[in-house]
């Protein structure tokens, strides 16, 4: 490893209040160098660096403290289980959820969406019911949906968007109606970076019954969340892109609903008690944590949590708006390149595509100068394919990243352009 | 230099100039392959002289430069072979691209050497055979089909 991009140390301070060049330095990652130059990290939406905060909650926590948790009467499996449940409490806080129950350990958005698909949509979706998506939405929220509505002869509607990857609002109301059961909607999309409108959305799903689940996998680590003001019934986010480890994620259920639906898996911490004839389930959470759960996981998520609670979420997305306005303007001027995802509320997010070459030669290019970013069609095929694209180049903003970047991000594609031209 | 000639003037000029387009009327042979993950699509004809080797070929790739680079390589190694000569290509090329090849370079048309860059950039591997699974998915077909008729 080498020492930090003096570019980038001096970079940030005069943007935001926000004093990034301190704060590059608490993520050890950013100052390597890769291909001979300075990481440039600007595949944030795939996952976050890790600040040292977190890295070392990791160790400490497996030199110091591991154990199971609920389970033994001896210290360190106290500590531990004080430890985990504590971060649920932070969770809580963070989301602005009424009670700790609401909270469940999952490994991630995907586990998430799955839990609700597979524990309150087989229990309340049934023939010719309806499941609203829209047409933005990442795999992980249309193929669970999908498997419901094949197991349960339900039917999938999607919610279009425009050109430029916004919400269609008017069409989305059309689509609800009696048989709409569930809306399950992405708050932030990871291809465009386009805000939907969730607090409308959930009002709208409301007037008919529908239950309103939010896939903030996107949108947790960039902005505030307060389920209750949003009024949505469940909220699924993952640690690894809140600068947390992988494998944890979370999710949010308004404790009735939560309460009525049946356990997601079967196994040990779900029962209160078991004989072969009647299992008694436990209560909230527990019911949906079989098994010994990423216990140090969830301690470094709560280490993430604190560190982002340090800086303030609003701080960091008054800053990466910045940053994604300036990145806007850049990309811009640049001949031959149109964003993708042009929406008026938007996060920090900039998808685009080239005349002059391919997503994947633009990103191996980039990769040649240090800049990582992602190329592909984001687990989002449905969406290219609404926007006539087969794939498309991404970088995705941290609070971490920095004008200067963007700079370097410009010269990478002005190199693009050089061995393409 | 880390890009290490993947751009370089052999794969470069096949990129800009790709060779054998046309499509074949009426192919003996034929497959399209798409690789969902980014768009790239691959799509191969032949047709097959009296003594059925392979007398025209068609190749048209849609996506990055190393796929429609790789195609037009691909196209102009395939002239005069037969079915099986193509099935065994195929497999040669595939063990070489991925450092398998007992021969080494022996084991590949030269025309296809430039295109050993790439091992240095494992992601783009699928670029490069993308066009070779079309070619293999058409020759299996034929087989298939051959072997009905018989």
């Known amino acids: 490893m080498t020492a930090v991009n003096p570019k980038a140390r001096r970079a940030g301070a005069a943007v935001s209040g926000l004093d990034v060049a301190k704060i590059r330095q608490d993520f050890p990652i950013l100052g390597q160098t890769v291909h001979g130059k300075p990481l440039v990290y600007l595949d944030n939406a795939a996952t976050s660096q890790k600040p040292q905060a977190v890295i070392d909650t990791l160790v400490r926590y497996y030199t110091t403290e591991n154990a199971n948790i609920h389970r033994g009467v001896h210290a360190l499996s106290q500590m531990a289980t004080e430890e985990y449940e504590g971060v649920r409490t932070k969770v809580r806080q963070l989301l602005n959820a009424a009670e700790d129950r609401e909270i469940i350990f999952v490994r991630g958005t995907t586990e998430a969406i799955n839990l609700v698909a597979q524990a309150y949509g087989r229990q309340n979706i049934g023939p010719e019911d309806e499941i609203v998506i829209s047409a933005m939405e990442h795999h992980s929220n249309i193929v669970p949906w999908q498997m419901l509505c094949q197991e349960r002869g339900a039917r999938l509607r999607v919610a279009p968007c425009n050109d430029a990857g916004e919400l269609l609002l008017d069409d989305y109301q059309r689509l609800l109606g009696p048989r709409t059961k569930l809306v399950s909607m992405v708050h932030v999309s990871n291809a465009l970076g386009t805000i939907n409108p969730a607090k409308q959305i959930v009002e709208l799903a409301h007037r008919w019954g529908a239950p309103v689940l939010l896939d903030g996998a996107q949108a947790a680590p960039h902005m505030s969340i307060d389920v209750q003001a949003l009024g949505c019934d469940f909220y699924a986010f993952s640690g690894h892109k809140l600068y947390g480890p992988t494998g944890i994620g979370i999710l949010y259920g308004r404790a009735a609903l939560l309460e009525a639906m049946p356990p997601y898996q079967g196994g040990g911490d779900m029962i209160r008690s078991v004989t072969y004839e009647k299992t008694l389930y436990n209560t909230l959470p527990y019911k949906f944590e079989a098994g010994t759960p990423h216990i140090a996981g969830v301690i470094g998520l709560g280490a993430a949590i604190d560190y982002v609670n340090a800086i303030g979420l609003d701080r960091i997305a008054a800053y990466e708006e910045e940053l994604r306005q300036y990145g806007t303007k850049c990309l811009s001027t640049i001949s031959g390149l149109r964003l993708v995802g042009t929406a008026k509320e938007k996060a920090g997010i900039l998808s685009f595509v080239m005349e002059q070459a391919h997503p994947h030669d633009i990103g191996t290019i980039l990769d040649a100068e240090g800049i990582a970013i992602r190329t592909g069609h984001h687990c989002a095929q449905p969406l290219m394919e609404r926007l006539g694209v087969a794939a498309t180049a991404r970088a995705s903003l941290s609070f971490y990243n920095t004008r200067e970047e963007i700079d370097a991000l410009v010269k990478g594609i002005d190199r693009v352009i050089e061995v393409f031209s | ?150």
């Open chain 2, 1 to 150: 230099m880390p890009l290490d000639g993947l751009y370089g003037r052999i794969i470069m000029d096949h990129y800009r100039h790709p060779r054998n387009r046309a499509l074949v009327a009426a192919p003996d042979i034929h497959a399209r392959e798409l690789n969902p993950f980014c768009g790239d699509l691959a799509e191969v004809q032949m047709k097959l002289d009296a003594a059925g080797r392979v007398a025209h070929v068609g190749v048209q790739a849609e996506g990055c430069s190393i796929i429609q680079a790789s195609a037009s390589m691909m196209g102009e190694a395939l002239a005069g072979k037969t079915p099986a000569e193509l099935e065994a290509l195929a497999a040669r090329f595939r063990d070489w691209l991925q450092g398998r090849s007992p021969e080494g370079a022996a084991d590949v048309p030269e025309g296809l050497q430039a295109l050993q860059v790439v091992r240095q950039h494992p992601v783009r591997l699928k670029c490069v055979l993308l066009p070779w699974v079309a070619l293999e998915e058409g020759v299996l077909a034929f087989l298939r089909r051959r072997a009905g008729e018989h």
